[in-house]
């Protein structure tokens, strides 16, 4: 992995690692309503996800498009879940008060 050439590289069932310059991700490229869609998995490396935790995070998603279900929007919706619009806009203002 830490050689691997810049581009898109396949690890199967629509997980990618995506290289370019200095960063590793990971991706998962699936199509839903006709359309493709990738989703992020992280950042892949040592203090990132790893290959194991992004075939998991992979699987997980597969399941939810082979069902219909947006898995990006479901992500969202878990992250979200229980927060009031002030919970988000503190978080929001928090992260962006550093800059």
């Known amino acids: 992995m830490a050689s691997a050439p810049e581009g898109f590289h396949a690890d199967g069932d629509g997980l990618y690692l995506n290289v370019r310059a200095n960063r590793r991700s990971w991706a998962f490229v699936f199509h839903l309503d006709g359309k493709r869609k990738e989703m992020g998995l992280g950042p892949a490396g040592p203090n990132g996800v790893s290959l194991a ?15 219909g279900i947006k898995p990006i929007e479901e992500r ?19 992260a962006k008060s550093p800059g």
């Open 53 to 67: 935790e992004a075939r998991l995070k992979t699987a997980e998603a597969r399941k939810l498009a082979r069902e």
């Open 76 to 94: 969202r919706k878990a992250r979200l879940k229980g927060k009031t619009f002030g919970d988000v806009a503190a978080e929001f203002i928090a």
